[in-house]
Protein backbone atom coordinates (compact mmCIF):
# COMPACT_ATOMS: atom_id res chain seq x y z
CA UNK A 1 0.00 0.00 0.00
CA UNK A 2 1.61 3.61 -1.64
CA UNK A 3 -0.40 5.49 1.82
CA UNK A 4 1.46 7.35 4.25
CA UNK A 5 1.05 5.42 7.82
CA UNK A 6 2.07 8.79 9.61
CA UNK A 7 1.31 12.43 8.80
CA UNK A 8 -1.72 14.32 8.55
CA UNK A 9 -4.70 13.06 6.75
CA UNK A 10 -5.74 15.91 4.20
CA UNK A 11 -3.39 18.30 2.70
CA UNK A 12 -4.41 21.28 0.50
CA UNK A 13 -0.50 22.57 -0.79
CA UNK A 14 -0.77 26.09 -2.24
CA UNK A 15 -4.08 25.71 -4.17
CA UNK A 16 -4.54 28.68 -5.86
CA UNK A 17 -7.40 29.09 -9.12
CA UNK A 18 -7.73 32.24 -10.94
CA UNK A 19 -10.65 33.10 -12.85
CA UNK A 20 -10.63 36.02 -15.38
CA UNK A 21 -8.05 36.88 -13.45
CA UNK A 22 -9.86 36.86 -9.97
CA UNK A 23 -8.16 34.47 -7.35
CA UNK A 24 -11.36 32.80 -6.37
CA UNK A 25 -8.40 31.14 -4.40
CA UNK A 26 -5.01 32.36 -3.46
CA UNK A 27 -2.56 30.30 -1.99
CA UNK A 28 -4.56 27.91 0.49
CA UNK A 29 -2.82 26.08 2.70
CA UNK A 30 -4.65 23.71 5.29
CA UNK A 31 -3.99 20.09 7.08
CA UNK A 32 -6.47 18.19 8.65
CA UNK A 33 -4.98 15.96 11.02
CA UNK A 34 -6.48 12.11 11.17
CA UNK A 35 -9.38 11.54 13.21
CA UNK A 36 -10.57 14.79 13.46
CA UNK A 37 -13.57 16.77 12.54
CA UNK A 38 -13.04 20.01 11.28
CA UNK A 39 -14.82 22.81 9.91
CA UNK A 40 -13.85 25.09 7.25
CA UNK A 41 -16.30 28.67 7.31
CA UNK A 42 -16.60 31.44 6.00
CA UNK A 43 -18.85 33.88 3.75
CA UNK A 44 -20.49 33.37 0.77
CA UNK A 45 -18.03 33.30 -2.34
CA UNK A 46 -14.70 33.24 0.14
CA UNK A 47 -13.49 30.61 -1.92
CA UNK A 48 -14.80 27.64 0.13
CA UNK A 49 -16.26 25.60 -2.45
CA UNK A 50 -13.63 26.45 -5.09
CA UNK A 51 -10.65 24.85 -2.37
CA UNK A 52 -12.25 21.68 -1.53
CA UNK A 53 -13.34 21.30 -5.48
CA UNK A 54 -9.68 21.35 -6.36
CA UNK A 55 -8.79 19.53 -3.59
CA UNK A 56 -10.89 16.98 -4.47
CA UNK A 57 -10.16 16.48 -8.12
CA UNK A 58 -13.53 18.33 -9.59
CA UNK A 59 -11.96 21.22 -10.33
CA UNK A 60 -7.93 21.87 -11.84
CA UNK A 61 -6.22 24.42 -9.99
CA UNK A 62 -4.00 26.53 -11.60
CA UNK A 63 -1.43 25.87 -9.24
CA UNK A 64 -0.72 23.95 -6.08
CA UNK A 65 -1.82 20.60 -5.28
CA UNK A 66 -3.76 18.07 -2.43
CA UNK A 67 -2.66 15.16 -0.80
CA UNK A 68 -5.13 12.90 0.92
CA UNK A 69 -3.34 10.06 3.60
CA UNK A 70 0.22 11.05 1.62
CA UNK A 71 -1.46 10.26 -2.21
CA UNK A 72 -1.37 13.30 -4.10
CA UNK A 73 -4.69 13.87 -5.68
CA UNK A 74 -3.76 14.98 -8.88
CA UNK A 75 -0.30 13.22 -9.59
CA UNK A 76 -2.64 9.62 -8.47
CA UNK A 77 -6.46 10.38 -9.02
CA UNK A 78 -7.09 6.83 -9.20
CA UNK A 79 -5.62 6.14 -5.56
CA UNK A 80 -6.59 9.07 -3.91
CA UNK A 81 -10.36 9.00 -4.85
CA UNK A 82 -10.53 5.37 -3.56
CA UNK A 83 -9.39 7.05 0.08
CA UNK A 84 -11.84 9.84 -0.92
CA UNK A 85 -15.34 10.21 0.02
CA UNK A 86 -17.13 13.30 -1.38
CA UNK A 87 -20.36 15.76 -1.02
CA UNK A 88 -20.01 18.25 -3.01
CA UNK A 89 -22.34 21.26 -2.68
CA UNK A 90 -25.36 20.99 -4.85
CA UNK A 91 -25.02 17.40 -5.98
CA UNK A 92 -27.09 16.15 -8.50
CA UNK A 93 -27.97 13.09 -8.21
CA UNK A 94 -30.39 10.16 -10.40
CA UNK A 95 -33.79 11.71 -9.35
CA UNK A 96 -35.21 8.75 -11.03
CA UNK A 97 -34.24 6.40 -8.51
CA UNK A 98 -35.08 5.25 -4.89
CA UNK A 99 -32.24 5.32 -2.35
CA UNK A 100 -31.61 1.95 -2.94
CA UNK A 101 -30.91 1.59 -6.51
CA UNK A 102 -28.88 5.21 -6.52
CA UNK A 103 -27.02 3.38 -3.95
CA UNK A 104 -26.76 -0.03 -6.00
CA UNK A 105 -26.23 2.31 -8.68
CA UNK A 106 -23.33 3.98 -7.25
CA UNK A 107 -21.49 1.22 -6.12
CA UNK A 108 -21.69 -0.65 -9.41
CA UNK A 109 -20.27 2.65 -11.05
CA UNK A 110 -16.97 2.16 -8.52
CA UNK A 111 -16.59 -1.63 -9.37
CA UNK A 112 -17.41 -2.65 -5.73
CA UNK A 113 -18.67 -6.72 -5.37
CA UNK A 114 -22.25 -6.52 -5.64
CA UNK A 115 -22.84 -8.92 -2.03
CA UNK A 116 -20.86 -5.93 -0.45
CA UNK A 117 -22.78 -3.32 -2.10
CA UNK A 118 -26.33 -5.02 -1.03
CA UNK A 119 -24.85 -4.97 2.48
CA UNK A 120 -24.03 -1.96 2.82
CA UNK A 121 -26.48 0.01 0.92
CA UNK A 122 -29.39 -1.74 3.47
CA UNK A 123 -26.88 -0.82 6.63
CA UNK A 124 -26.79 2.69 5.17
CA UNK A 125 -30.65 3.29 4.58
CA UNK A 126 -31.28 2.05 8.33
CA UNK A 127 -28.35 4.40 9.63
CA UNK A 128 -29.98 7.14 7.68
CA UNK A 129 -33.35 6.61 8.57
CA UNK A 130 -34.28 6.16 5.18
CA UNK A 131 -35.32 2.28 5.20
CA UNK A 132 -39.27 3.51 5.07
CA UNK A 133 -39.17 5.71 2.39
CA UNK A 134 -37.48 2.47 0.44
CA UNK A 135 -39.83 0.47 1.34
CA UNK A 136 -42.62 2.67 0.12
CA UNK A 137 -40.58 2.91 -3.58
CA UNK A 138 -39.58 6.96 -2.83
CA UNK A 139 -37.96 8.39 -5.71
CA UNK A 140 -35.09 10.90 -4.76
CA UNK A 141 -37.17 13.27 -6.23
CA UNK A 142 -39.42 13.43 -4.07
CA UNK A 143 -36.80 13.31 -1.36
CA UNK A 144 -37.04 16.39 1.40
CA UNK A 145 -33.51 18.44 1.73
CA UNK A 146 -32.60 16.45 4.58
CA UNK A 147 -33.22 13.21 3.06
CA UNK A 148 -31.61 14.62 0.21
CA UNK A 149 -28.56 15.36 2.24
CA UNK A 150 -28.07 11.92 3.83
CA UNK A 151 -28.59 9.95 0.45
CA UNK A 152 -25.95 11.77 -0.44
CA UNK A 153 -23.89 11.61 2.48
CA UNK A 154 -24.74 7.85 2.05
CA UNK A 155 -23.11 7.39 -1.38
CA UNK A 156 -20.05 9.05 -0.19
CA UNK A 157 -19.33 6.34 2.62
CA UNK A 158 -20.19 3.80 0.39
CA UNK A 159 -16.47 2.56 -0.43
CA UNK A 160 -15.66 3.02 3.12
CA UNK A 161 -13.16 6.45 2.89
CA UNK A 162 -10.69 7.20 5.33
CA UNK A 163 -11.29 10.63 4.51
CA UNK A 164 -14.28 12.75 4.13
CA UNK A 165 -15.05 15.98 2.14
CA UNK A 166 -18.03 17.62 2.84
CA UNK A 167 -19.33 21.04 1.17
CA UNK A 168 -22.31 22.56 3.42
CA UNK A 169 -23.68 19.34 4.25
CA UNK A 170 -26.21 20.75 6.64
CA UNK A 171 -27.25 23.72 4.80
CA UNK A 172 -31.56 24.01 4.60
CA UNK A 173 -31.36 20.30 6.72
CA UNK A 174 -34.16 19.86 9.75
CA UNK A 175 -32.97 19.57 13.43
CA UNK A 176 -33.42 15.96 12.81
CA UNK A 177 -31.69 14.96 10.10
CA UNK A 178 -28.93 17.26 11.30
CA UNK A 179 -28.46 15.31 14.43
CA UNK A 180 -28.21 12.27 12.51
CA UNK A 181 -25.41 13.47 9.88
CA UNK A 182 -23.65 14.77 13.42
CA UNK A 183 -23.81 11.14 14.86
CA UNK A 184 -22.37 9.26 11.86
CA UNK A 185 -19.88 12.13 11.17
CA UNK A 186 -18.59 11.63 14.82
CA UNK A 187 -19.01 7.77 14.81
CA UNK A 188 -16.81 7.91 11.43
CA UNK A 189 -14.30 10.11 13.02
CA UNK A 190 -14.01 7.81 16.60
CA UNK A 191 -13.39 4.76 14.51
CA UNK A 192 -10.00 6.91 12.71
CA UNK A 193 -11.73 8.91 9.72
CA UNK A 194 -11.04 12.47 9.15
CA UNK A 195 -13.41 14.85 7.83
CA UNK A 196 -13.93 18.53 6.88
CA UNK A 197 -16.95 20.15 6.78
CA UNK A 198 -17.37 23.53 5.03
CA UNK A 199 -20.16 25.85 6.54
CA UNK A 200 -20.82 29.66 7.49
CA UNK A 201 -23.15 28.73 10.17
CA UNK A 202 -20.74 29.16 13.67
CA UNK A 203 -22.49 27.65 16.12
CA UNK A 204 -22.98 24.36 14.24
CA UNK A 205 -19.01 24.71 13.71
CA UNK A 206 -18.68 25.22 17.44
CA UNK A 207 -20.69 22.18 18.43
CA UNK A 208 -19.31 19.35 15.96
CA UNK A 209 -15.82 20.87 15.31
CA UNK A 210 -12.21 19.97 17.09
CA UNK A 211 -10.64 21.96 14.82
CA UNK A 212 -11.58 25.36 12.50
CA UNK A 213 -10.51 27.21 10.31
CA UNK A 214 -11.43 30.63 8.70
CA UNK A 215 -11.61 31.65 4.78
CA UNK A 216 -11.88 34.91 3.36
CA UNK A 217 -11.14 36.33 0.15
CA UNK A 218 -9.92 32.84 -1.22
CA UNK A 219 -7.29 33.16 1.69
CA UNK A 220 -6.87 31.15 4.99
CA UNK A 221 -7.04 33.83 8.00
CA UNK A 222 -7.11 31.66 10.99
CA UNK A 223 -6.13 27.97 11.34
CA UNK A 224 -6.21 25.63 14.92
CA UNK A 225 -8.28 24.19 17.95
CA UNK A 226 -11.97 25.96 18.54
CA UNK A 227 -9.85 27.48 21.23
CA UNK A 228 -7.20 28.88 19.59
CA UNK A 229 -9.39 30.40 16.16
CA UNK A 230 -11.67 31.96 18.96
CA UNK A 231 -9.83 33.32 21.36
CA UNK A 232 -11.72 34.80 24.43
CA UNK A 233 -14.89 35.22 22.52
CA UNK A 234 -17.36 32.98 20.07
CA UNK A 235 -16.43 31.60 17.22
CA UNK A 236 -18.69 34.04 15.85
CA UNK A 237 -16.59 37.14 17.31
CA UNK A 238 -13.23 35.79 15.66
CA UNK A 239 -15.52 35.24 12.36
CA UNK A 240 -16.26 38.86 12.41
CA UNK A 241 -13.09 40.16 13.47
CA UNK A 242 -11.21 38.12 10.54
CA UNK A 243 -13.25 38.65 7.72
CA UNK A 244 -15.43 41.91 7.89
CA UNK A 245 -16.95 44.52 9.38
CA UNK A 246 -19.78 44.17 12.53
CA UNK A 247 -22.97 44.70 11.61
CA UNK A 248 -24.24 48.04 9.25
CA UNK A 249 -24.12 51.53 10.36
CA UNK A 250 -27.08 53.27 12.21
CA UNK A 251 -27.64 55.91 9.49
CA UNK A 252 -28.48 53.02 6.62
CA UNK A 253 -32.33 51.66 6.17
CA UNK A 254 -33.34 54.70 8.22
CA UNK A 255 -36.80 54.19 6.65
CA UNK A 256 -37.53 51.12 7.62
CA UNK A 257 -40.88 51.21 10.30
CA UNK A 258 -41.11 55.21 9.41
CA UNK A 259 -44.23 56.57 9.78
CA UNK A 260 -46.32 56.16 6.56
Known sequence: ????????AFEMVGLTKVFNEKRAADTVNLSVPRGCLMGLVGPNGAGKTTSLSMAVGLLRPTSGTARVLGVDVWERPEEAKRLL????????????????????????????????????????LRVMELTEAEEAGTLVIEYS?????????????????KMLVLDEPYEAVDPVSARVLTGILRRFTAAGGSVIVSSHVMP??????ERVAVIADGQVRADG???????????????????????????????LGAEA
Open 85 to 124: GVLPDGLALPERLTGGELLTYWGQLRGMDRTTVQARTAEL
Open 145 to 161: TGMRKKIGLATALLHAP
Open 225 to 255: TLAEVSGEGTLDDAFVRLVGRDGMDEEELTW
Open 1 to 8: MSTHRHGP
Open 204 to 209: LVERIC
